[in-house]
């Protein structure tokens, strides 16, 4: 990976894991408005100033910070002084996340960044190197050590009921299966057996999303793929269970900060 950065701002994605995202980006003032996805966003800030809103708060994270950013928390970016700023990050389901601490409440980094040790080795060991793929068990290795980190780390938010994992599970493989089609709360209450504000409640606590928006997410993704292969926008909306092309726009800006054209557009491979 070369060290020049280009004069406009750009973004990168490392060869794909079979688990993870992972990106390097630069900005030079504006980075992307308000918005949440359904994924932890885990970085550090390689350069500059990485200046952003947070929880109602304004935070500033600087070369060697860690960043955290909660599933389904609103964020922006941008940069906070003339030089810009280039940053990495990783992407992570916490689905994923789920797996290994086996239905506790997703773990929370108050402010969204921090300095701890434990974090910053766990994190280093996925962003160290975005120019080569991982081989599998090398994944599974860093995702694990992440969430035992995360989890070690957080302020926990104690469940104030027990949580049903397995119904919740079985909740988010039906929406998988049905991601062409309108899904209801009911239809999933009956899937996973668990009614549905008490299933509702459990897959907030532990995707940090609600359904509705973990099965847009899911969409999103998908039309990601279709778009960098070159589909046309309308064509992508249409495949991907959206209404048209203007409802996966709106989506798309509320979960990546920025309309698909200009996403392309940023877009560059390592």
């Not at 793929?225 to 959206?242: D, I, M, N």
């Amino acid at each position: 990976m070369s060290d020049h950065i280009p004069a406009g701002d750009w973004v990168k994605y490392s060869p794909e894991l079979q688990k993870m995202e992972r990106i390097e980006a630069f900005f030079n003032g504006h980075g992307f408005t308000p918005h949440r996805h359904d994924t932890y966003a885990i970085g550090t800030t390689l350069s500059g100033v990485q200046s952003f809103q947070y929880r109602r708060c304004q935070r500033h994270s600087l070369p060697g910070n860690i960043l955290v950013l909660h599933p389904d928390e609103v964020h922006d970016g941008q940069a906070g002084t003339e030089e810009g700023f280039r940053y990495r990050m990783v992407y992570i389901q916490p689905a994923l996340i789920q797996q290994i601490l086996g239905g506790k409440p997703l773990p929370f980094i108050e402010g969204g960044l921090s300095d701890d040790p434990r974090l910053y080795r766990a994190t280093r060991a996925l962003l160290c190197n975005l120019d080569s793929a991982m081989e599998p068990l090398e994944e599974d290795d860093v995702l694990y050590d992440l969430a035992q980190a995360l989890d070690q780390v957080s302020g926990r938010r104690v469940a104030r009921k027990a949580l049903d994992f397995v119904a919740a599970e079985r909740a988010r493989a039906f929406i998988h299966s049905a991601l062409d089609r309108v899904v209801t709360l009911d239809e999933l209450s009956q899937a996973s057996g668990r009614d549905r504000w008490s299933l509702s409640r459990d897959f907030r606590a532990l995707y940090g999303t609600s359904p509705y928006r973990y099965m847009t997410q899911r969409r999103l993704d998908l039309a990601r793929v279709l778009l960098k292969s070159g589909y046309p926008l309308a064509e992508t909306a249409l495949s991907t269970g959206f209404f048209d092309q203007s409802h996966l726009t709106r989506q798309f800006i509320q979960t990546y900060g920025v309309p698909p054209g200009r996403w392309l557009t940023r877009l560059k491979q390592f």
